[in-house]
């Protein structure tokens, strides 16, 4: 990962290595272009980390991300468990936004792939009215079945700096991992459920939840059935990881 090269601390969790960065830090280095000509993002948090112990393709994605971003309480907690901590949760919805903040100050363009049918669309009608000077040049759902040449050539036509890709993990980060440099885009980000958020779709936590990195609580008591086993068995499944990590990195 770049961020050795640039001499920004970081910190081993389950085998990825995440910089101790702040908002502007980490805007500062994607704005000034200092990661490269094509600069992938990855968000982490307890369940990305936890599929990428079991997903090698996913594991490499994130090794190989120009920049990766902590996200959430759990990844504060495991930096804990080293006697470390992170200056700043960069949780992947707020630092969208900035990061598209960044993007309309650059006469960057935009894509946005992922999300249900009319979700892309929505949400680039809702951030060009909320964000002065953001330009989304085009869209596409999660669902179309085309495959990965038909997408990337879509998204190259329209020739955008930054794509934002919504299609969950593993896939957005291996999307971006294999694609990034064939899109032509500049920057990359895979972004979870920020498209719906954006759309209207979900709707996200209050404000205090968010600083306080439990946004999943709330998320939890939205989708019981669809996110019960990534949070209520994956964090704690997280946190016995992170331990046995930290016990592995101080015997050794």
Known sequence: ??????????????????????????????????????????????????????????HQALNGSQLIMNDGLGLNLAARMRGERFPENLQGSDFTVRLLELAASRDWKVFLLGGEPGVAETAAARLMERIKGLEVVGTCHGFTGESDEVLVQRIRDTEASLLIVALGSPRQEVFLHHNLKATGALVGVGVGAFLDFSAGKVTRAPRWMNVLGVEWCFRLLQEPGRLWRRYVVGNPAFLLRAWRDRRSATES
């Open 1 to 58: 990962m770049t961020s050795s090269a640039l001499a920004v601390p970081t910190l081993s969790i389950l085998g990825v290595r995440v910089p101790k960065l702040t908002a502007d830090h980490a805007l500062r280095l994607i704005g000034d272009e200092e990661l490269g000509s094509h600069q992938m993002l990855a968000y982490v948090n307890a369940h990305t980390l936890n599929l990428a112990t079991q997903d090698e393709e996913l």
